[in-house]
């Protein structure tokens, strides 16, 4: 937490000008395209991870379908992990939230930017009506990420169970999904070692297509996707030793 606190201090000036800009982009979505939008996210995500002494690095930007509405689904370790994958990745695309969770400054203002969509733990209501509003806007071309684990615990660079429940959003429209594997992002901002310099990783992992999944069931899928990601993470992970 202390990084963080130490996050807002150093960027108090540029929060008093950024804030208002972002929820003012947020507000009047007619004025300013969902790219500037995005644009001006990244453009903040960028001045966080500066001060936070991140220095993020990617790979795979190649294996994002082109043209195409795709769903991304990382492993999951913090609040940043969104923001991570958001600023490595040039195409337009929004994520899916728990409501019950506290978001600290600046993070409903990205939600906002990209329309993020709230869910709450439990409803199944809830989960219905948001699944069938982002249907309708992968239908339309928009791209997600979404956290197959459902949440994140001090788990770190291992990963928890995948609920198959959440390729849905991918398979009723038959998009490619893309397993999205995420290292040392939890560090970003609540790392214990404020001024020391941080890597997260973020790569994307070649796609899994429809025809590939087609005859598979929910459970099978999870379990691809969490195999390819576990697998990646180890690889890293083993090669910088």
Request: hydrophobic share 35%.
């Given at each position: ?47 966080v991870?500066?001060?936070?002494f ?5 790979s795979?930007?190649?294996?994002l ?6 769903v991304?689904?990382p ?18 695309c929004?994520?899916i939230?728990?409501d ?16 993020a ?21 992968i239908k ?24 198959p429940?959440?390729?849905q ?12 594997a ?17 890597v997260?990783?973020?790569h ?13 069931t ?6 691809i996707?969490?195999?390819r ?13």
């Open positions: 937490m202390r990084k963080f606190i130490y996050i807002i201090l150093i960027n108090f000036v540029r929060l008093i000008y950024y804030i208002p800009k972002m929820r003012w982009y947020a507000d009047h979505p007619k004025k300013y395209s969902e790219k500037d939008r995005y644009e001006l996210l990244r453009h903040c995500i960028k001045i991870e500066r001060t936070a991140a220095k993020p690095i990617s795979g930007q190649e294996n379908p082109k043209n195409s509405p795709y991304m689904f492993n999951h370790q913090g609040k940043y992990d969104a923001l991570g994958i958001i600023s490595q990745n040039d195409d337009v929004s994520f939230l728990r019950d969770l506290k978001w600290p400054l600046l993070l409903p203002e990205a939600c906002a930017l990209v329309n969509k709230r869910m709450r733990r439990g409803s199944r209501r809830d989960a219905i009506n948001v699944l069938n509003t982002v249907q309708d806007e339309a071309g928009k791209r997600y990420i979404i956290f197959p684990e459902g949440g994140y615990t001090d788990n770190k660079n291992s990963t928890t169970e995948f609920k429940g959440t390729f959003f991918a398979t009723r429209e038959k998009v490619p999904i893309v397993p999205v995420l290292i040392d992002t939890y560090k970003v901002l609540y790392y214990e070692k404020i001024f020391e310099k941080v997260p990783q973020i994307f992992l070649q796609p899994i297509y429809y025809d590939e999944y087609k005859d598979l929910t459970t099978q899928i999870a379990q996707v969490k195999s990601i576990d697998e990646c993470i180890a690889q890293k992970l083993s090669s910088a030793n």
